[in-house]
């Protein structure tokens, strides 16, 4: 176990449904992160929060709306998405920003 | 762009050789951080070298910085079946950008 807890694991959606990906760290860390992970492609940062403060986001499509309630927890609301957004969506949690960072499992997201 | 590059792409060993990737970066680090991807999983933090060290270890792993070339290496020894994964470079600058990873296959 990484301490870091994301759900589901697997997500199949229409492009036209909203959705939510869910994540949970235990590590009592500061910061916390959304990545996408695509095949053959590099791992793409999205979003950054630290304090539950946003302190990044990538140009990423306002599709992708993330929420961040407290430092425990993350979320990335999903809505009218496009096949090219299928991916592995991973989430990191660090005690300060840009410290080593540990990741969940991730969630394989597939668009319809 | 700020992302590193690994090299090679992938590499396939018998177990018990010794496996070296490499990473290059672009920009200037405050630190470089190795992780490792087992196939479906989440990545996990391997080592982290400051911009002032040359060299660490930490059991079977030894990486390497160097900077006025702007790169580093990662040498697994005896490498073990369990070994096979991906492995990612991350620069850290004023925020961590990730290189797009080494594959590798340990056989048994």
Redesign the interface.
Known sequence: E?G?T?TPRHLVMGMTNKKSLKCEQHLGHNAMYWYKQSA????E?MF?YNFKEQT?NNSVPSRFSPECPNSSHLFLHLHTLQPEDSALY?C?SSQEQ?Q???????TRLSIL | SQQGEEDPQALSIQEGENATMNCSYKTSINNLQWYRQNSGRGLVHLILIRSNEREKHSGRLRVTLDTSKKSSSLLITASRAADTASYFCAEEGNKLVFGAGTILRVKS
């Open positions: 990484t870091v994301q053959k492609k590099p791992l940062l950054v990044e991973l990191a840009n080593p960072q540990h990741f969940g499992d991730g």
